[in-house]
């Protein structure tokens, strides 16, 4: 199979500051690539680029999709009373960008709908406004969103940040199942490897211009690390789970991606 | 006082061709700010409203000097408005503060228009509150004109400009242009509202193009009922007004204003109402909810 996302010797900078250069990264059909690496290594304009919103400075990627290319974005506030329940929300994401009130054709619209947000399991709270629905609600509405045109592509930008545990497994695991079945390629920028180790192909790694690309063993382990971030990173591994030690202020300790940090 | 409720009168007076032509330009600006107004909603653009009905005021009184049909000052202010204002404003932190900028220096710029402006009290009266008899066939010709150009551009930026306004992020990501968007919008609601300076007046356009879509979301989350909500409003608002302010011979924004605040608080009135109902069902539901949230997961 030849790969549907292909970025080469792609440099990306803002004025003097080089966020990345020299990054080659193919992402075949059904991989799960997880980007990682502290806040302004450039993770999310990875994603920019692969939207068609942000030039690269050098080199050529391309994306291979006959299809829009899926987005998921943070969960965030969303104002309580706007006019939107969360059929709509899905809705949009299947033919939102296109010209026209998009009132032909509504019957085919409305099952196509119907079956990804039953994918996600959130039937039950579809129709509610979505400025009601919890943080994880609305993630899983995000994922039908994403997911209801079928993309060939999909790139998640830090889906699970601000989600309990159980909401950041159920989020990943609706995500790792289309990769499986449809064989949609993954992009996943987070900050936090732990809640999809599992599902994990490739990861890229970003820490200031240098970067890894690899299998989670091959990156994540204290050596690579320590040579990523010019010091002293001790990589433990506990019950399945991966725990960095040092350097807590560059990596994501900072970070609020705890239920009890969330704004509500 | 019992004026009010000459029925009798009303209906002599609903006979007049003039009172009919009146009647059919509400009409036709119902339908208008019913459609954009859940849009103007979603978007915040209550203020923007105020700030483009001031201009086209200004407009207006522009015209009044100048002899020429009122219709086309308004148009132009509140066009020159939404531009300044689309081109301006981009950034959410400032809009609040350029649409104040603007809207005060047109309003006094209207004000100094008028002073140079030496015919009759009751027209400079008019552009301020609306002065709905004056309408004449063939300023309807203009407005139906104008209308119909509005809704054939809102129906093919509608979806788009819908995602932009509920989901700016992924429409972004979509290819969604938001910012022309946002300016194609702000021009269509220029032009809606220079033609409520007409019938309502500049001061009380917000009236019909926020009120009935500021009620209609209170009752729905569907975008589309809210729209339908929207017009249903509006069009009770703006012909309901102009048939009691008949008998009386009382100015017509008085009675849109107030069918459109009347219709806004009842339908608080069953939001909050029905929000105490979701409460309690939610509250006794609540541990059967929680295992089964626990299962699925």
């Known amino acids: 199979m030849s790969p549907v996302v ?6 990306l900078a803002f004025g003097s500051r080089t966020l990345w250069s020299g990054l080659d990264l193919d992402v075949e059909p059904g991989e799960f690539v997880a980007v990682l690496g502290p806040n302004g290594s450039g993770k999310t304009s990875l994603l920019k680029v692969l939207l068609g919103l942000q030039p690269l400075s050098a080199g050529t990627y391309s994306v291979r999709s006959d299809r829009p290319v899926g987005y998921v974005p943070q969960q965030r506030a969303m104002q309580e009373a706007l006019t939107l329940r969360g059929i709509d929300l899905v809705g949009l994401g299947l033919d939102g960008h296109r010209w026209g009130t998009g009132l032909r054709g509504m019957r085919e619209r409305r099952h196509r709908v119907a079956e990804a947000i039953e994918a996600v399991g959130a039937q039950s709270y579809a129709r509610s406004p979505v400025g009601r629905l919890s943080g994880g609600e609305q993630q899983r509405l995000r994922v039908a969103q994403a997911l209801v045109g079928e993309p060939d592509v999909l790139l998640c930008d830090e889906p699970l940040l601000s989600l309990d545990l159980a909401h950041q ?19 996943f920028v987070t900050h936090e490897i732990n809640p999809i180790l599992s599902y994990v192909d490739r990861m890229l790694y970003l820490v200031e211009g240098r970067f890894r ?3 989670p063993d091959e990156v994540m382990n204290s050596q690579t690390l320590s040579e990523l971030y010019r010091t002293r990173i001790e990589v433990l591994r506990v019950g399945g789970q991966i725990h960095v030690a040092g350097a807590q202020s560059a990596l994501c300790e900072d970070e609020p991606h705890h239920l009890d940090e969330r704004v509500s | 006082m019992d004026k009010f409720f000459d029925f009798g009168l009303t209906g002599q007076l609903l006979g007049l061709s003039f009172v009919q032509t009146a009647l059919l330009a509400a009409a036709v600006l119902g339908l208008v700010a019913g459609l954009l107004g859940p849009l103007i909603v979603m978007r915040r653009m209550s203020f923007a409203v105020h700030g483009t009905a001031e201009l086209a005021f200004t407009g207006a009184a522009g015209a009044l ?17 939404a531009l300044l204002l689309g081109l301006l404003g981009g950034r959410e932190s400032e809009r609040d503060s350029v649409i104040g900028a603007i809207l005060s220096f047109g309003l006094g710029l209207g004000v100094l228009l008028l002073w140079f402006y030496p015919g009759r009290a009751a027209n400079k009266f008019g552009i301020l509150v609306g002065q709905i008899v004056s309408i004449e066939p063939t300023n309807l010709i203009v407005l139906i004109g104008a209308a119909v150009v509005v809704l054939l551009v809102l129906a093919v930026i509608y979806r788009p400009l ?14 969604v242009p938001a910012r022309l968007l946002s300016v194609v919008f702000a021009v269509l609601v220029g032009v809606a509202t220079a033609l409520g300076v007409q019938i309502v007046g500049a001061l009380l356009v917000v009236a019909l193009m926020v009120t009935p879509a500021a009620a209609a979301a209170r009752l729905t989350a569907n975008p589309w009922l809210a729209t339908v909500l929207a017009v249903v409003f509006a069009e009770t608002a703006a012909l309901g007004g102009i048939i009691l302010s008949l008998a009386p011979g009382a100015p017509v924004s008085a009675f849109v204003t107030a069918i459109s605040f009347l219709i806004y608080l009842v339908c608080r009135l069953v939001a909050y109402r029905r929000g105490r ?16 949230h626990h299962q699925h997961l």
């Open chain 1, 6 to 11: 292909r970025i080469s010797r792609a440099s």
């Open chain 1, 169 to 187: 497994r159920a989020v990943s695991a609706l995500i790792d199942a289309r990769r499986r079945e449809a064989g949609t390629a993954v992009l």
């Open chain 1, 213 to 215: 690309v690899g299998k």
């Open chain 2, 65 to 81: 000097l100048l002899g020429v049909g009122l219709e086309y000052g308004a148009l132009a202010g509140a066009v020159i408005a």
């Open chain 2, 162 to 175: 819908l995602f932009a306004s509920v989901d700016p992020h992924v429409a972004a990501a979509r290819g």
């Open chain 2, 277 to 292: 109902a979701v409460k309690v069902t939610a509250r006794e539901a609540a541990p059967a909810d929680l295992v089964q």
